[in-house]
């Protein structure tokens, strides 16, 4: 009806996402702890008549093309394609043209699985995506999922910490007494409980977040990723202990260990046609990005212990 209200509450959660308006207001916009991501995103859905297929989601890199079919409700199967970041510009003026060029030339064990598939939406698009931690406590207020925390959508890490952390935010809170601003001044108690609810969620995120960072590059597939995946299919144990890495069960530093990184590199080094010394720059840059960022996750522990 145009008119303004003012609403008041002991607490304001911004669950607005990504370009949270919450955030903007409490001067909170502005990350902390930022990185751009390497891919951008498209996504169309399908009628998916391959029902023995259906209960999988499956994952195909080609070159530096990456596209996932994910299965959703009511026979349809969500497809993303996630290109380099630079390759935004192809698909910005005909954006379903280049997602179908993708598909057909790019990615065609991808197009194999879509065989028989209907394309049932149009494609929708997001580009410049960068991920980030943002302040999410203060004096009365909280900032839950995307608009505290973003990382890449590559590792499909968002909806669990949304989740969670939305989960855990209510019952730190769900048992306090809380005071409106006004009343007798701010519940120091409800103000001390959600700053060490955005902590809990630094310290379990931030290795998870630099993890999704190296996963997402729009870097095309290399040695080390070739003997890695080699290693996984000749062993299933090994295999789902990769998985469980998404699952949260498994933390990166435990699947990613320095004996393995150091054997796949071997092998790599070792097969006829690798180059060597583009090999060698890599492994030392990953080593030198692992380091830093395992002491800032060693860091981040020590100030914060994790709670049972």
Same mark, same amino acid.
């Given at each position: 009806d145009g008119r303004s209200? &003012? *609403? &008041?509450?002991? #607490?304001?959660? !911004?669950? $607005?996402?990504?370009?949270?308006?919450?955030?903007?207001?409490? !001067?909170?916009?502005?990350p902390y702890r930022r990185r751009p991501d390497g891919?951008?995103?498209y996504y169309a859905y399908f009628d998916d008549p391959h029902e023995e297929l259906r209960p999988v989601a499956a994952q195909?890199?080609?070159?530096?093309?990456?596209? @996932?079919?994910?299965?959703?409700?009511?026979?349809?199967?969500?497809?993303?394609?996630?290109p380099p970041e630079t390759r935004a510009a192809d698909f910005r003026?005909? +954006?379903?043209?280049e997602y179908?060029? @993708?598909? $057909?030339?790019?990615?065609?064990? *991808?197009?194999? &699985? *879509?065989s028989g598939c209907e394309r049932r939406s149009r494609v929708f698009a997001a580009s410049g995506l960068e991920s980030y931690f943002r302040v999410s406590a203060g004096p009365g207020w909280a900032l839950a999922g995307d608009a505290g925390h973003f990382k890449d959508p590559v590792t499909a890490q968002g909806i669990r910490d949304a989740l969670r952390f939305g989960r855990l935010l209510g019952e730190s809170l769900g048992e306090l007494p809380v005071a409106?601003?006004? $009343?007798?001044?701010?519940?120091?108690? #409800? $103000?001390r409980a959600i700053a060490a609810w955005q902590?809990? &969620?630094?310290?379990?995120?931030?290795? @998870?977040?630099?993890?999704t960072d190296r996963t997402g590059r729009g870097d095309p597939v290399g040695p080390l990723d070739v003997e890695m995946h080699r290693a996984l299919r000749a062993d299933p144990a090994l295999m789902t202990r990769f998985l469980d890495v998404y699952s949260r069960i498994v933390r990166p530093s435990q699947a990613l260990t320095a +004996?393995?990184?150091? !054997?796949? @590199?071997?092998r790599a080094l070792l097969r006829p046609g690798t180059d060597r010394a583009a090999l060698a720059g890599l492994v030392l840059r990953t080593a030198r990005e692992l380091r830093r960022e395992r002491a800032s996750v060693r860091e981040l522990t020590r100030r914060h212990r994790v709670p049972p």
């Open positions: 209200y &003012r *609403l &008041r509450a002991p #607490v304001v959660v !911004g669950a $607005d996402g990504r370009r949270s308006a919450v955030a903007r207001l409490v !001067g909170a916009a502005e891919r951008a995103c195909w890199r080609q070159g530096a093309e990456l596209g @996932t079919a994910f299965p959703c409700d009511g026979g349809l199967t969500l497809v993303l394609l996630m003026k005909y +954006p379903e043209k179908e060029r @993708t598909i $057909d030339e790019l990615l065609p064990d *991808l197009a194999v &699985r *879509l409106f601003p006004g $009343d007798g001044g701010r519940d120091k108690e #409800v $103000d902590e809990r &969620r630094d310290r379990e995120c931030l290795e @998870t977040y630099y993890w +004996p393995r990184l150091a !054997g796949w @590199t071997m």
